[in-house]
């Protein structure tokens, strides 16, 4: 797929994921001026961002007008959670960046330490938006900018906790939460290395430090982002070990907010405390000091993915990712944000041609099943093409719709 630079030539996207020294150069000739995407003619007009790198952006609002299976795609808003938003929770400052109202208090104010925090209660049915992003809002949100709930075959075995770390925190970076970006508030365990451990350790202290207060002295609470290595019995209650910290590392957590974590990812546990090995649990949470000197966490929500870091929110979803990703298929996962995961398909094909091709599992409470047969009718109605598994009439998945020549 090509990319014409005015008066500099057309390079591929591949050439340009693989000469990335070669690339950087190119986009700071061509800064101020708008490449081309060729994915379809007479062509779609990109233009030069930076984040810590100068990278290629689709013009806002112009996602859905590239291809299926262009890296610039991204569906309508109606097909993932963004659409339940309101400009108060979510704004573009320009630049590829936005400003999110954030839900959940960061700020101390007083309040006794160890404390439980509420955060903004869920909207009330007769309101069509919300005006506030929720800790899975916020996760969601850095997971899509970050580029991992998309596939192409040229992904396998190139998805490492390195690569989330690098881009979850570019993704971090163009958020802003009041005047800052979201990295002012958030830590992300750094990879670790044997060799290098002190100075991993030291660069977390002196981050610890910096994210707990305001420059002025106010307390904070810190937002950390890590995949859960265990979790754990300690005399103050159960905790948790999150991959790349130190193993005496440990989080504390009220016994509530774990039941709540066990209940919603549930079909990805062996027992109430092994995961199964197919599956990976990100956790995004708040925590602060307690009184006895150890962190405390304060919120969370988790999310569930595959060895590949692909978000799944059932058993049937992990069997037709992994069949998806072994027949080397390209496809986009919608996430739901704070909504509910039945408000959108399942998965989005995107190598069926020119249009995508909607991914749809029945399975799960009736509530559900009735949404998405719904959906299927206004499919069947609108003579679109769709996909569906019927989980409460078969056990496995039936055979995919074929990619495009």
């Known amino acids: 797929m090509l990319i014409e630079f005015p008066q500099l030539g057309s390079f591929s996207r591949e050439w340009l994921e693989e000469n990335p020294e070669q690339a950087q150069e190119l986009l700071a000739q061509c800064k101020g001026r708008y490449p081309v995407c060729k994915c379809r003619e007479p062509g779609l007009p990109l233009y030069i961002a930076r984040r810590n790198r100068l990278y290629l952006a689709r013009v806002p609002n112009s996602g859905p007008q590239h291809a299926p299976c262009c890296p610039s795609y991204e569906p309508d808003r109606s097909l993932c959670g963004l659409s339940i938003y309101s400009a108060r929770a979510l704004s573009d400052c320009g630049e590829g960046r936005v400003a999110v109202k954030l839900g959940v208090p960061l700020t101390i104010r007083g309040e006794r330490a160890g404390a439980p925090v509420t955060s903004a ?60 970006p ?17 100075e991993i350790e030291a660069r977390r202290q002196r981050a610890f430090r910096e994210l707990s207060q305001t420059a002025s002295g106010v307390p904070l609470r810190i937002l950390v982002f890590g995949r859960l290595r265990s979790i754990v019995e300690t005399a103050a209650g159960p905790g948790l070990r999150l991959a790349h910290l130190p193993n005496e590392f440990v989080i504390g957590m009220p016994r509530d907010k774990l039941a709540r974590l066990c209940h919603s990812t549930a079909f990805a546990w062996l027992d109430a ?22 962190w405390q966490l304060e919120d969370l929500t988790g999310m569930v993915t595959t060895e590949e870091y ?15 990703v072994l027949e080397e298929r390209h496809f986009y996962k919608p996430l739901p944000y704070d909504g509910r995961p039945t408000r959108f398909p399942n998965f989005l094909l995107t190598d069926c041609g020119e249009a995508t091709v909607p991914l749809e599992i029945v399975a799960g409470n009736a509530a559900d099943a009735a ?21 409460s009439e078969r056990a496995l998945p039936p055979t995919l719709l074929e990619p495009a020549a």
């Open 121 to 180: 209660q869920p909207m009330a049915a007769e309101h069509r938006f919300r005006d506030s992003v929720e800790l899975p809002g916020l996760l969601h949100l850095l997971w899509e900018r970050a580029g991992f709930n998309r596939w192409n075959p040229r992904m396998r075995h190139r998805r490492h906790y390195r690569q989330v770390y690098k881009y979850f925190l570019e993704a971090a970076e163009t958020i802003q939460i009041r005047r800052y």
């Open 182 to 198: 979201l990295t002012r508030h958030l830590y992300v365990p750094e990879p670790y290395a044997p060799d290098q451990a002190l």
């Open 273 to 294: 405390r092994s995961l199964h090995p197919e599956f990976q649990l990100l956790v995004l949470l708040t925590m602060q000091r307690a009184p006895h000197a150890h």
């Open 310 to 324: 692909l978000p799944v929110f059932s058993i049937e979803e992990a069997l037709v990712v992994k069949r998806l």
């Open 371 to 391: 949404t998405r047969r719904l959906r299927i009718a206004e499919y069947e109605a609108n003579q679109q093409r769709y996909w569906l598994w019927d989980a």
